[in-house]
């Protein structure tokens, strides 16, 4: 069955500073990524995807993420942090079959200190 | 463009009370639909998903339901709401491409 974890469950940064938010996945065949952002009492953000092609993916908000088929890693990356970055955010892999469900980590809570 | 439209944002039901969540998506057709519930502000558990009108599975045994009487509309139902239902319930819909799921702004749901 398709998976994705989460190690950390917050990551502290400062403002200014680079940002990495972890995750790995465990797949059969090959992986469909993404990465959302939630802040609190809202919805899911769709920040960015990776289905094949470049090993880096760029996404919204300045974020991007680096997949990484040997270590079966795909973290999301920003190289400044923001005070307004600090939010909850989550991996997801794709399910397989027709239904494109996806399965969500458990979610990385990012503060960014000022 | 797409939209998907959640409703309402916050309800609280007393225990033994029904419930009706209503999720309708704009811009697509025969989108995939998803009822999420998210606990205490973390975890996200799928609890029912459905391909096309009419069809619906559900992930997890529980005291919901789910409807999709209409292509872009999906309900979330129960006869009688326990404590344990209280959660962050949020909708979600996608194409047939891979382009993932895209939510609501989700409704916080309080049983007391």
């Known amino acids: 069955a398709q998976s994705v974890a989460q190690p950390e469950d917050q990551v502290n940064v400062a403002e200014g500073n680079p940002l990495t938010v972890k995750c790995t996945y465990s797949?059969?065949?090959?992986?469909?990524l993404f990465w959302y952002v939630q802040y609190p009492n809202r919805g899911l953000q769709f920040l960015l995807k990776?289905?094949?092609?470049?090993?880096l993916v760029k996404g919204s908000y300045g974020f991007e993420a680096e997949f990484n088929k040997s270590q079966t890693s795909f973290h999301l990356k920003k190289p400044s942090a923001l005070v307004s970055d600090s939010a909850l955010y989550f991996c997801a892999v794709r399910d397989g079959g027709a239904t494109n469900k996806l399965i969500f980590g458990t979610g990385t809570l990012l503060a960014v200190q000022p | 463009s797409q939209t998907i439209h959640q409703w309402p944002a916050t309800l609280v039901q007393p225990v033994g009370s029904p419930l009706s969540l209503e999720c309708t998506v704009e811009g697509t057709s025969n989108p995939n639909l998803y009822w999420y519930r998210q606990a205490a502000g973390r975890g996200l558990q799928l609890l029912f998903y459905?391909?096309?009108?009419?069809?619906i599975s559900s992930e997890v045994p529980q005291n919901l339901s789910a409807s999709r009487p209409q292509d872009r509309q999906f309900i979330l139902s129960s006869k009688k709401l326990l404590l344990s239902d209280s959660g962050f319930y949020l909708c979600?819909?996608?194409?047939?491409?891979?382009?993932?799921?895209?939510f609501g702004q989700g409704t916080r749901l309080t049983v007391v």
């Open positions: 797949v059969s065949g090959n992986p469909y």
């Open positions: 459905s391909v096309g009108i009419g069809q």
């Open positions: 979600a819909w996608s194409g047939t491409d891979y382009m993932g799921a895209f």
């Open positions: 990776y289905i094949t092609g470049d090993n």
